[in-house]
């Protein structure tokens, strides 16, 4: 068996090296709240790269969405289940469009407000040609509920490509965390829109920030040059392995 080629691992290096010191580079710039929409009509025309964030009403969407771009104001939070109930936008100087998607599975919420929200987002999801992929977020301490699955569901019939985020994982001892994953790996093998590798975050440790950051700088075609820039490429297919 001939040995390892000790320049391919630090090409392999320098790679994931590069990938993670973009999304650095493309968080770090400010970030603002453009607008928020209940219905269709009122989406902004697309710009760029769209990468839309979806949750239960309590996984900590917003939380984590603060901790992403490192401030804490940017998305509302709330210790109300169901507050958020429109598409918000975010924006920076450069690369993406953040989404923040409504949160579902509200106890309280009406047959009509459910009926209302799937049909938004199923609107949503088909009608945004430039929407690379949908993070949905699960909480790391539950896993996979029942209208998770309705939403990975609405996902797979869009046909959007979507990746799974588990929240909170600080709250987890380390062989929990292998239960989790593995049991949400095993979740998504007959998923055709889902992307295979799962992400694990916590808000409140910074846990998996610098993963995820890389992973949207690469789908949205953001790259780091030796010189210290990021520039803006034409969007990739997959983010690559980190």
Request: glycine share 8%; charged share 25%.
């Amino acid at each position: 068996m001939p040995d390892a080629d000790p320049n391919q691992d630090n090409d392999a290096e320098r790679v994931a090296a590069g990938r993670l010191e973009a999304g650095r580079l493309l968080f770090a710039r400010p970030w603002q709240f453009v607008l928020g929409t209940p219905t269709l009509s009122g989406l902004p025309e697309p710009r760029e790269t769209e990468i839309a964030f979806a949750g239960r009403s309590n996984v900590g969407k917003s939380s984590l969405i603060n901790a992403l771009v490192g401030q804490k104001g940017l998305a509302r939070t709330s210790n109300t289940p169901g507050r958020t109930r429109e598409l918000n936008f975010f924006i920076s100087d450069m690369g993406p469009t953040i989404v923040d998607m409504p949160g579902y599975g509200y106890a309280r919420a009406s047959k009509k407000q459910i009926k209302d929200w799937t049909r938004l987002i199923f609107a949503f999801l088909r009608g945004r040609a430039n929407l690379r992929r949908v993070y949905l977020l699960i909480d790391a301490r539950h896993g996979i509920k029942e209208n998770d699955g309705e939403t990975l569901d609405l996902l797979d019939k869009a046909a959007v490509s979507y990746q799974i985020v588990l929240t909170k994982s600080d709250k987890l001892k380390r062989t929990e965390v292998s239960e989790i994953v593995e049991k949400t790996k095993l979740a998504l093998v007959k998923r055709p829109a889902a992307y295979p590798e799962i992400v694990l975050t916590s808000a409140e440790t910074g846990l998996g920030m610098d993963i995820l950051r890389a992973e949207i700088a690469a789908l949205a075609g953001v790259t780091h040059t030796p010189d210290g820039n990021s520039r803006l490429t034409a969007p990739s297919d997959q983010p690559g392995e980190l």
